[in-house]
Structure formats: C-alpha cells, structure tokens
C-alpha cells in the first residue's frame, strides 16, 4: 500500500517536472504548479467501542492529537482556481477510556496517512499578496496500527479554506485550516490494549478531526 502511493507521488512529480514552467491565461502569465510542503497539527477524535465480552470494560476509542506534515501538489486552472493533490501524515496514538467520563489511557502508536484530490478557489485576484481560499477534497485515510491492532482504510474528505501571501515571485506563504472526518461502516474487528490484551470489539468508524498547518508554496 505504501509503496503504491511512493509510485503515485512520485509520478505526479514527474509529470510536474516535464510541464512547461510557465502557459498563457487569458493574456498574463500563469504558473501552473505549485508545490507546498507544510507542518501543522492535527485534532483529537474518538469513536464509541463496544466489546462483545463483558468482561472488557471499554466505552471509548481515542486517536490523539498530534502534529502532522506533508504537501500539497497543485495545477492551476485559472488564475483564481487549482486543482490539488493533498498527502499529510500524522504520527499520533491511540487512548482508551474504561467508563463514561473517565480518563484516557494510551492504548497504541498509530501512523496516519491521509490522500485526497481536491481543488480551491480564491477569492482575489493575483494583483493582491494576501489571497483568501475556500477549498474542497475527497478521498482516503489509511492508518497503520502497533501492536498487534487492525489496519484501517476509510473513507474521508476536507472542507476549510485559507490564505496566500505573496513572499516573491515564486515564492508564498500558506496557511490552511480544514475539518477532516473519515468515515466506514461499523464493523466488529480485534483489538489489543495493554489492559484486556486482545479482544472483540465493535467499532463505529467514523472520526471528527481538524488539521490546521502552514507551508511555503513555490510556483513554477
């Protein structure tokens, strides 16, 4: 899986690297990609867990808040629209609370990949350095779990906006702030925690997180 996605990324930049630098729009220049490594930090977010033993005292499934990193690869197709493809990893864990209202325990590591194609739209023109964005993606989060713990691949997307500022020429600023939930159908699966050990449990596979971050955009 993982290196599958090594041989996407690797071929959209391939593709960015043999396009013209630069293409005409509607009379001024227009710089078509834009590639912007970023950090940032990512929410918290929990489901409800229920064992089918009841001598597993569960109720609820945390995956913790953490900093995230990645990129966005972006394709403008107009000087106020783009086309983009998002990668963020999130290194975090996993924290189980035993009864309603009681405290979270760390449960396991975790490694959070989420990729999504999108696109954004800005709201002012390329005369101004400060340019504010709305934006759109779909696609998947695949997360891989330590200890002895299942493998998740969901369903998500991200809505949220932002702003650009102009540095230089090929040069700008980014900061992005998005909701990104993922989404799967409630299924029984094997989970492990330093207190029960393994054991089978039913799990409501939806998450509610926020991802905020910032990141030099560099067009060419």
């Known amino acids: 899986m993982r290196s599958g996605m090594k041989c996407v990324l690797g071929g959209v930049l391939c593709l960015a690297a043999s396009a013209p630098a630069r293409a005409q729009y509607g009379g001024s220049r227009l710089e078509k990609w834009e590639f912007t490594p970023f950090v940032g930090y990512e929410t918290s977010g929990s489901y409800p867990l229920s064992p089918t033993a009841t001598t597993v005292a569960v109720n609820d499934l945390r995956i913790n808040g953490a900093a995230s990193f990645g990129t966005f690869i972006g394709y403008s197709l107009t000087t106020n629209s783009q086309f983009e493809f998002l990668w963020d990893r999130n290194l975090t864990s996993y924290s189980v609370q035993r009864t309603p ?33 709305g934006a759109l993606s779909l696609g998947f989060t695949h997360e891989f779990n330590s200890g002895g713990n299942p493998t998740r691949m969901d369903f998500s997307y991200g809505i949220g906006g932002g702003t650009k500022y102009t540095l230089a020429k090929h040069i700008s600023f980014r900061a992005d702030a998005r909701y990104v939930p993922s989404r799967a159908n409630s299924a029984l699966a094997t989970y492990c925690d330093p207190f029960y050990g393994c054991y089978t449990a039913k799990v409501s596979q939806y998450q509610h997180r926020g991802n905020f971050l910032v990141g030099l955009a560099f067009h060419f």
């Open 101 to 133: 209202g009681g405290p979270y325990m760390k449960a396991y590591d975790s490694s959070v990949d989420q990729y999504q194609f999108g696109g954004l739209y800005m709201f002012l023109g390329d005369e101004h350095k400060w340019r504010p964005y």
